[in-house]
């Protein structure tokens, strides 16, 4: 048995995935298994991994009628054997030393439940930045930073199999966009985080994305997540009232964004307006607003960084 299992779900993924899939079995750490579940792809999507597994890698294989992110996530967690799990998707890459520098930060406290790294995040055009150019990473007790400020990109994280055995469910089928940031909280809840200062993935921003192509949802789902954050624990509003605050601008800023894109300026503007005067954010989105393209705005918000 393979001390750890990377989860691949893939759906319709023959464009970048075969580049992926080179990326985990290129691993300088050897000691893994590699669970795949096709969530009902039309594509060359089997042929690929068929390929793969004729290469003779020790893969999982597994393919459903297509059924959604979560529930083929969590199907991936129900075949996987190993102590640790590691996540990515099917269009992003792992530099050969994600697994190494990230297995032995388990040994260092048993408390640790998730390991993440920093990444590369690159758009279409080829401009790349990285995750935490800006962002903070935290570790530790990181509860209150990730409900203040989502900050865990899926590819680069590890968990350890006893975060799954806290019972309850894994991946949401509620979060159909953001099941993983669901679920990581609620790891961040019980467990400690750990953080890697090296970029140890590539993610690839294109346009194709679910969060370029169902911002409504994306909004909607962010709605969601704070109520069922604040059914899992109690006095929710009380304890975490300036982590709530922080995630209600963050939300207000993303619903600005998405009415300026549908040529909706004034509105965009009033999604600001409970803000503009406390959060220097959210005065800075409102008076860019106002003279910027969102294109414009987009690019600069990069360039100084995701937190700006």
């Known amino acids: 048995m393979s001390r750890l299992s990377v989860n691949l779900c893939c759906y319709n993924s023959e464009r970048f995935l075969e580049e992926t899939l080179r990326s985990i079995v290129t691993q300088t750490y050897q000691d893994w298994e590699l669970v795949i579940i096709n969530d009902g792809s039309t594509d060359r999507t089997e042929a690929i991994i068929q390929t793969f597994i004729a290469e003779g890698w020790p893969i999982i294989y ?47 406290d048993e408390r640790i439940g998730l390991v993440y790294s920093d990444c590369l995040n690159c758009l279409d055009d080829g401009f790349t930045f990285r ?32 975060v799954l055995r806290d019972g309850g ?31 140890l993935a590539r993610i690839r921003m294109h346009a194709q994305s679910a969060t370029r192509t169902q911002p409504r949802r994306i909004l909607d789902e962010m709605h969601a997540l704070l109520e069922k954050q604040r059914t899992l624990h109690p006095r929710f509003d009380q304890e975490f009232s300036r982590e709530i605050r922080a995630f209600r601008l963050d939300l207000a800023r993303a619903e600005a964004r998405w009415a300026w894109a549908r040529h909706q300026r004034d509105q965009a503007i009033a999604y600001l307006k409970p803000y503009r005067y406390r959060h ?15 294109p414009q705005y987009e690019r600069l918000r990069l360039l100084v960084g995701r937190g700006g």
């Open 62 to 108: 597994h393919a459903q009628e297509h059924q959604g992110l979560p529930q083929a996530r969590n199907e991936a967690l129900r075949r996987s054997s190993g102590e640790l799990i590691a996540f990515t998707d099917h269009d992003d890459v792992w530099y050969p030393q994600k697994l190494a520098r990230q297995v032995p930060v388990f040994e260092q």
């Open 280 to 294: 220097l954010a959210a005065w800075k989105d409102a008076a860019l607003m106002r003279w910027l393209s969102l």
């Open 131 to 162: 995750q935490y150019q800006k962002l903070r990473p935290a570790t530790g007790d990181a509860y209150r930073a990730l409900l203040s400020r989502y900050f865990l990109s899926l590819q680069t994280v590890v968990i350890h199999r006893r």
């Open 169 to 199: 469910e894994w991946f949401d089928p509620e979060f159909q966009l953001l099941e993983d940031a669901e679920f990581f909280l609620r790891v961040a809840s019980r467990w400690r985080l750990a953080y890697v200062p090296e970029s």
